[in-house]
């Protein structure tokens, strides 16, 4: 008798729990709630590593923007670094990098206000080597909070997209 393997099993069944419980994709092109990507020109207040980043991981996660993109999103963005541990021999042993965002989504062809929000993220980081120095510990925390931030933003625009989009 032929019994199918248990990761097959639990396959089908995930698939069945997802059909009965009313999922429905975040990215529907012209529905109520829908998102599409490329709706959003990302731009984000300031110049530099952090402004450039931010802007890139928003329109991967949002798309690009399309030929007339319908809404604005624009942010502006704190990022500072704290020492959090300090070791024996009084060197620092861990930085943490705090940041906050604070975004706006605006109606391109009305100018209107559409949401504002605020998001904020933490991350720490330490290093040990005396080689590669602080840089490349710092600019790996950077990426890691720019990217918590970004998700952060990306989710609540795609969260309650129903409650402003027209």
Not at 61 to 86: C, F, H, K, N
Not at 106 to 134: M, N, P, Q
Request: positive net charge.
């Amino acid at each position: 008798m032929w019994l199918p393997s248990p990761k097959l099993l639990l396959l089908i069944a995930g698939l069945l729990s997802l059909c009965g419980c009313g999922y429905q994709p975040v990215y529907k092109k012209n529905e109520p709630g829908g998102m599409s990507l490329g709706e959003f020109e990302v731009t984000v207040a300031g110049s530099g590593r952090d402004a450039f980043i931010i802007e890139e991981l928003l329109q991967n996660r949002l798309g690009q923007a399309g030929v007339a993109p319908d809404y604005t999103l624009s942010l502006s963005l704190w990022v500072r670094d704290r020492e959090i541990a300090i070791g024996g021999a009084g060197g620092i042993d861990r930085t943490a990098t705090d940041g906050t965002a604070w975004f706006r989504v605006h109606d391109r062809a009305s100018g209107r206000k559409l949401l504002s929000g605020e998001v904020s993220g933490s991350v720490s980081w330490s290093y040990k080597d005396k080689i590669t120095g602080a840089a490349m510990p710092w600019r790996d925390a950077r990426n890691r909070l720019l990217t918590q931030i970004a998700e952060r933003i990306a989710t609540r625009l795609i969260a309650s997209s129903e409650s402003w989009r027209e």
